[in-house]
């Protein structure tokens, strides 16, 4: 007998370009964050000198014949940003767009800073999609974490992003004070009702010079642990999968000096990989249904976690009676298990 299910492959299309904005637009300080420290952008030059910089860069990748990215403007809030600052984002964009030196345009913002004008001048401008720093839509986790907002107005936000006609890409913040394994799973339900293009999960970490970092000392914050980020993550990644939906990006990347200033929290290295290998177990565990696994066949695609960070899923694999053996890679279009009868 067999059985088998759909695994959405994503491809990393188009590239991004970064353009960060560290805490611009921000009314303040988030508890939790340090976008100097995560974007390795701790000072930064004039605006008009870091586009020309980039124009630069792009016309080199035009001439070695690489597809035009996106560009997106990221680690702030976007469309709080001082108006002349604003303007001039928006017609640098534009220009590049109608180059041709990029294919796209993007940005970040919170859910408390979005109008009606500041969205039409962006559409106006080219941009396709907007990320939104929703981190929870729980009540009492955004008042814990003093996010500023509260559940309707992320909820609000969500719908007014899609009904201006953008892509909405979600990020969660899942650990942050307040968000317990049950309340960031319903958070991503709850994303996902939104038909998001993207989500990103991003574990909530304790950052030197934040105002977290000053709950941990005292004992008043406890981030999650690796384990349960990795089991946790593997849940929320396999409900974005069955409804078709990318996770883009889980965990940060370690650029600038943010490993040195990371005091606490479930960072690794292959977060997402490590995150996808266990969804994945997860999906055929689900699909069994009690059957016995005699072989599973998957899309050549899936190879580079199938097995974890050093093979760590291979004695997952093993639990459920299939040898390494019995694992094949291919040319598959969807999951392809060989089953017998009942397990148990
Ligand atoms: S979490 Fe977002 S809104 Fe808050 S300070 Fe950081 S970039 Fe600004």
């Given at each position: 007998m067999t059985r088998s299910f759909v695994w959405h492959v994503f491809h990393p299309a188009p590239t991004i370009i970064p353009f960060f904005l560290p805490f611009a637009g921000c009314p303040f300080h988030c508890l939790y964050c340090a976008q100097d420290l995560v974007t390795?952008?701790?000072?930064s030059p004039p605006l008009s000198f870091r586009f020309e910089s980039l124009r630069a860069a792009l016309d080199v990748r035009r001439l070695r014949g690489q597809t035009p990215p996106h560009l997106a403007f990221y680690g702030g809030t976007f469309t709080a940003l001082p108006e002349a600052d604003f303007a001039f984002c928006l017609d640098a964009g534009q220009d590049l767009l109608e180059r041709g030196l990029i294919s796209g345009l993007r940005c970040s913002t919170r859910p408390d800073a979005l109008c009606a004008e500041r969205l039409k001048r962006l559409q106006a401008s080219g941009f396709t999609l907007i990320e939104l720093g929703i981190q929870s839509f729980d009540?009492?986790?955004l008042a814990k974490t003093c996010r500023g907002y509260g559940k309707e107005q992320a909820e609000g936000a969500c719908r007014m992003v899609r009904e201006a006609g953008f892509a909405l890409g979600v990020q969660l913040l899942p650990g942050m004070p307040g968000v317990t394994a049950r309340v960031f799973l319903r958070d991503v339900r709850k994303a996902l009702a939104f038909s998001p293009s993207c989500l990103r999960f991003y574990?909530?970490?304790v950052l030197a010079g934040t105002g977290l970092a000053r709950l941990w000392q005292q004992g008043r914050y406890r981030p999650w642990d690796l384990a349960t980020t990795l089991a946790t993550l593997a849940h929320g990644y396999l409900l974005a999968q069955d409804a078709a939906v990318s996770v883009i990006r889980m965990g940060l990347a370690p650029q600038g000096d943010l490993l040195q200033h990371l005091l606490a929290g479930p960072w690794h290295p292959a977060?997402?990989?490590?995150v996808?290998?266990?969804?994945?177990y997860l999906a055929v565990v689900r699909e069994l249904a009690g059957a016995r696994l005699l072989a599973l066949r998957l899309p050549r695609a899936l190879q580079g976690f199938c097995f974890g960070e050093k093979g760590e899923m291979r004695s997952f694999w093993q639990r459920l009676g299939l040898a390494p053996s019995a694992i094949r890679f291919g040319a598959y279009g969807q999951v392809e298990m060989d089953l017998a009868g009942k397990r148990f």
């Open positions: 390795g952008e701790v000072s009540e009492a986790a574990p909530c970490l977060l997402g990989a490590r996808m290998a266990r969804a994945l």
